[in-house]
């Protein structure tokens, strides 16, 4: 299983560092997003679910319904042992490409 | 304020957002499995920002809006969803031909015709896979049922992307239309039976189809307004549906089928030997009469394989071989003529089974030149045509004049199906293989 590829736009990374932190649904990811990335990382919203459901396809999430009182049920998503792994590796891996970079850059 | 049979505001904006989930999915082609599922998260999603929009102090129709603009154009989150769905050759193609379009207004009626004339040109492409495949030799069975299948894989998108307001399809439509007339036109003047009459069917409903199309263009254009572009690469594939079933017939005209024999597989020889003896003419015995013996031996090296096609393998549809010869006097002045006084069915010389018959057949007959056809001919059945196997006819004649006339030279010709005929002139004492006459230059003559 490869670790999702920020390089190529795709920012199941993110999605499975905050999964990494506790279970949430799409909703929940979206609001997250934005606020830790102060509004930088400014997606459609709903671009967040084909990314989700990528990752749940590759086995790196696992969903579940839960009920919710007086509002429709919520999917959430948690990360799998694969996904633990992938986000572990992604991590190492993008630090060491942003530290390679801030020496090229002088950050 | 709304009257009493307007909706309520909130069902208003449900009816919105159901249509949007709606467009996402339908244009994604979600699996089945997956569809209730999605559309419930989506729902939820949207649901969620609408509340807390209309919480800031929105009313519900502008939070509604706000929210689904919030979470993104339909036709791309269809396509993202379909590339997660799907392989990314199936999102790369089908995927984009049959991607969700906004449509404005109704269904113009002129969609219905073209629909309907999709799903006949679907069935004909169908059924020419099915006939094709079953009755053509090996190569071009496989090559007219990818040919067609493509066609009708072509088509049964056609049929479906003309409900979702795609403009190719449209186009599609109006090209197939056009095939129809051209066709139908074409069938009536080339008739299968020389005078007889088609009703051109297809080119009336082309005519027709093209018709609605034409009254309703502006509606058509609006209709498929919405509709992204294809990209070259898909717009070639689609032309190469078009055209590949109408190639594959004259492809094969030209290009040998590789499984089936040709002229250099098969050696024809032709023997003639001359002599004096008995000659028993309808019982009638003369005696010291010149003889003249013609035998004909095809040795088949390679055979054809499956030359009826599948379906036909154990019970041809069609005869086989013909052979035949025309007598050459050599003074066409002398008024002699030389008369079959016997024949030998032909036979197979491996075992000694009969495998033909006095007579012709068709298709082959009709490859025997004007001069050999009507003649003292012999017919020889598909089936004896084996690799390794020779078959040998004969046959014995004498001058109609009793006085001794002069020898002749003798044509013989051997026509397999309606595929190659091979020539060869021989005299007394002599034996000659035949060798082939292109089939355009036998019947340029």
């Keep these: 299983m490869t670790a999702p590829r920020l390089d190529r736009g795709d920012y199941g990374l993110l999605l499975l560092g905050l999964l990494g932190e506790r279970e949430m649904y799409g909703y929940e990811v979206v609001s997250e997003l934005r606020a830790r990335s102060t509004a930088v990382i400014d997606l459609p919203e709903g671009t967040v679910y084909p990314a989700l459901r990528r990752l749940e396809r590759d086995g790196l999430v696992r969903a579940r319904w839960v009920d919710v009182e007086g509002a429709p049920r919520r999917r959430y998503y948690a990360l799998t042992t694969a996904g633990e792994r992938a986000l572990t590796e992604g991590r190492e891996s993008w630090h060491r490409f942003t530290r390679a970079a801030d020496q090229v850059l002088g950050g | ?445």
Aim: charged fraction near 15%; charge should be negative; hydrophobic fraction near 50%.
């Design chain 2, 1 to 445: 304020m709304t009257g009493p049979d307007e909706p309520a505001p909130a069902t208003e904006a449900e009816g919105l957002v159901d249509a949007y989930v709606k467009a996402i999915v339908d244009g994604a082609h979600v699996p089945h499995g997956a569809r209730e599922d999605l559309t419930e998260e989506l729902f939820g999603h949207i649901a969620e920002r609408i509340r807390a929009h209309a919480a800031s102090g929105l009313s519900v129709a502008a939070a509604t809006q706000r929210a689904i603009d919030d979470f993104g154009g339909a036709e791309e989150l269809a396509g993202a969803f379909g590339r997660t769905f799907h392989s990314a050759l199936w999102a790369s193609t089908i995927g984009v031909l049959l991607a969700g379009v906004a449509i404005d207004g109704p269904r113009p009626g002129a969609i219905r015709w073209l629909r309907l004339m999709m799903a006949i040109a679907a069935l004909f492409m169908a059924g020419g896979a099915i006939v094709f495949g079953a009755t053509a030799t090996p190569v071009v069975a496989v090559s007219s049922v990818v040919a067609y299948l493509y066609a009708f894989g072509a088509c049964a998108l056609a049929y479906r992307a003309l409900g979702t307001g795609q403009r190719w399809s449209l186009w599609y439509a109006i090209a197939v239309a056009i095939d129809f007339i051209v066709s139908g036109v074409w069938m009536v003047a080339n008739p299968a039976t020389p005078g007889a009459f088609t009703v051109p069917l297809g080119t009336l409903l082309g005519a027709g189809v093209l018709l609605a199309v034409s009254g309703q263009w502006a509606r058509l254009r609006a209709y498929t307004a919405g509709s992204g572009r294809i990209g070259a690469g898909l717009t070639a594939a689609l032309v190469s549906s078009l055209i590949l079933p109408l190639l594959v017939g004259p492809v094969f005209a030209v290009v040998p089928d590789p499984t089936q024999a040709r002229a250099a597989d098969v050696d024809v020889r032709w023997t003639m030997t001359c002599d004096r003896g008995d000659v028993d003419a309808g019982g009638t015995v003369t005696h010291d009469r010149q003889r003249l013996h013609l035998v004909l031996e095809a040795a088949w090296r390679r055979a054809d394989l499956l030359p009826f096609g599948l379906m036909n393998r154990e019970n041809p549809p069609v005869g086989g071989d013909s052979a035949g010869y025309q007598v050459q006097p050599a003074s066409e002045l002398s008024g002699e003529s030389w008369f079959l006084v016997t024949n030998e069915d032909p036979v197979d010389t491996l075992d000694g089974a009969v495998v033909g018959w006095y007579g012709a057949t068709a298709p082959s007959e009709g490859l025997l030149p004007p001069g050999i056809i009507g003649g003292y001919t012999v017919a020889i059945e598909p089936s004896a045509i084996r690799d390794g196997h020779t078959i040998r006819a004969s046959w014995l004649m004498a001058p109609s004049d009793p006085q001794d006339a002069e020898w002749p030279r003798i044509r013989g010709a051997y026509a397999h199906l309606d595929r190659f005929l091979l020539v060869a002139t021989v005299g007394c004492g002599e034996s000659a293989q035949a060798v082939e006459v292109p089939i355009w230059a036998r019947l340029a003559r």
